[in-house]
């Protein structure tokens, strides 16, 4: 797929853009805060209806405005459509073809990206929040229903975590208890049989990117890990059985959840292991391997999507390609080149091998405009 097309108003420091797109590399260079990141954050948001970096979206908002708007324009295999949307500081609204859209979910995933940014290192060296957004991000867009059980999952805990804080642990307040517990492990299951497959059907693509670019010296494992139970029981249960299972762990940390005022299994508190070569890579792995494990996810994420959907998804980097060194860009550069139209951030063509890039349209970001 590709975008041939993005508008922009009042969108951070973006007034007004009309950007006919370039279907293979497109390279946005500029000196710092001029708005390259804010253009990939545009196309993140056509994407996925919300950014890579802010929850708030007022940020997005040109600080003088009341409301923005992200427009584009995309050519899929089986024909194009527009995308809009539209942000104010009381919410957003989202047009398909210029039809509103009632649910977000019903938006997000038209247009497919892989983001590839500096803080992305955090897959492998943050806490256990980064590696689920991970998760979220990557299934939400090629599986709009999981946002929805995301959102209800998350709308019950936050109900089930305030009774916890207020209410008086006795037998009155078992009942309404398990009442949550039910709609939490019913939301909750369908979130932790989407997150085991992602990660089952990332883990081979995973795997051989990362043996290419280490020249097979180093093995990559991903593996998922619930809050309660196994992967493979994840995999291997029915429904039934795994919602029972979710609902025996709440009762039994029942005291202690009262006690905090907070849930203490769900997949909230899933998390995603990253092994090289049999170690956790969040411990033990240098700065140089975290990075190339990154990269190898990324690049995993990229095959899935085509895998999932029969297309490509586009590919943004955010700073990232002139910071690898030239082994690493090489393996890069041979996965997106004249396959995926890719955008690329960068403050300076001298780290870039430009002869790799065939084809490519170099884009100067000044002050919240573009030049070609
Ligand atoms: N809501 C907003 N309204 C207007 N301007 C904004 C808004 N949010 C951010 N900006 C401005 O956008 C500028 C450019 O931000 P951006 O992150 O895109 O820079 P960049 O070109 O990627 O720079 P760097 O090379 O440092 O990463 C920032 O300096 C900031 O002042
Ligand atoms: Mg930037």
Redesign the pocket.
């Known amino acids: 797929m590709r975008l041939k097309r993005l508008e922009l108003r009042a969108f ?2 973006y007034a007004e853009l009309a950007l006919d797109v370039g279907a293979g590399v497109n390279i946005l260079l ?10 990939l ?1 545009a196309i993140h948001v056509l994407a996925l209806a919300r950014s890579h970096r802010t929850s708030n979206d007022r ?5 003088d405005q009341e409301s923005a708007r992200v427009k584009g324009e995309v050519e899929r295999r089986h024909g194009g459509v527009t995308l809009e949307l539209e942000l104010t500081a009381r919410g957003k609204k989202a047009r398909v073809g210029g039809v509103e859209q009632r649910r977000l979910s019903d938006f997000v995933g038209r247009l497919n990206v892989v983001l590839f940014a500096p803080e992305d290192l955090d897959i492998v060296k943050g806490p256990p929040v980064v590696r689920r957004r991970f998760m979220d991000m990557e299934i939400g867009q090629t599986h709009p229903g999981y946002l929805h059980d995301l959102l209800q999952f998350h709308r019950v805990l936050e109900q089930r975590n305030r009774f916890l804080k207020t209410a008086d642990p006795g037998r009155s307040a078992s009942g309404e208890l398990d009442v949550w517990n039910e709609q939490l492990a019913l939301y909750g299951v369908r979130m932790m049989r989407r997150r085991e497959r992602f990660i089952r059907k990332i883990r081979p693509l995973a795997g051989e990117i990362h043996a290419g670019v280490t020249r097979s010296a180093e093995t990559l494992t991903v593996e998922y890990k619930p809050s309660f139970g196994t992967a493979e029981q994840v995999a291997g249960e029915d429904d039934s059985s795994l919602i029972e299972q979710f609902m025996l762990m709440l009762t039994q940390s029942k005291e202690q959840e009262f006690r905090r005022g907070v849930t203490l299994v769900g997949p909230h508190r899933d998390d995603v292991r990253l092994l090289i070569d049999g170690r956790d890579a969040q411990s033990y792995g240098s700065q140089g391997q975290q990075r190339t494990a990154a990269l190898s996810l990324k690049l995993a994420e990229l095959e899935l999507v085509r895998e999932e959907i029969g297309e490509y998804p586009l590919l943004l980097l ?2 990232v390609l002139s910071e690898l060194d030239p082994a690493r860009q090489a393996q890069l550069v041979e996965a997106f080149r004249s396959r995926v139209q890719t955008f690329i ?1 960068t ?1 300076s063509l001298d780290g870039l091998d430009l002869g790799r890039l065939e084809d490519a349209v170099v884009c100067q ?1 000044r002050q ?1 405009r573009i030049f070609t």
């Open positions: 951070r420091n500029g000196p710092n805060a001029q708005g390259k990141t804010n253009l954050e940020e997005l908002i040109a600080w955010d700073d951030t403050t970001v919240g």
